[in-house]
């Protein structure tokens, strides 16, 4: 029995991501975007890269840590049961 991959990319607006990111001391750590325009583009394209894959997305701006876990836990649940139910 073949138990199929899952995918999460998790994503949130370009604005919080970039407050967040500028709050940490490392900042935004990247050698290839260094302004806001150039970070909403690269969102923009692993966003439709993500659901080009079937990626499941979860959005962190939306909910808490604790619920982002327990999606990614039900979707890992539900994936397997589906599996199992064949």
């Not at 919080?16 to 302004?35: F, G, M």
């Not at 079937?54 to 962190?60: A, C, D, K």
Request: aromatic letters at 8%.
């Amino acid at each position: 029995m073949r138990i199929p991959d899952i995918a999460f990319a998790l994503i949130c607006n370009p604005e919080a991501s970039w407050q967040r990111a500028h709050q940490r001391t490392r900042r935004l750590d990247s050698k290839v975007i260094d302004t806001f325009k150039d970070h909403d583009a690269s969102i923009s394209r692993f966003e439709r890269f993500a659901m080009k894959h079937g990626w499941r997305i979860l959005r962190s701006d939306t909910v808490s840590a604790d619920e982002l876990s327990q999606i990614a836990v039900e979707a890992i649940q539900t994936s397997l049961r589906n599996v199992y139910k064949d």
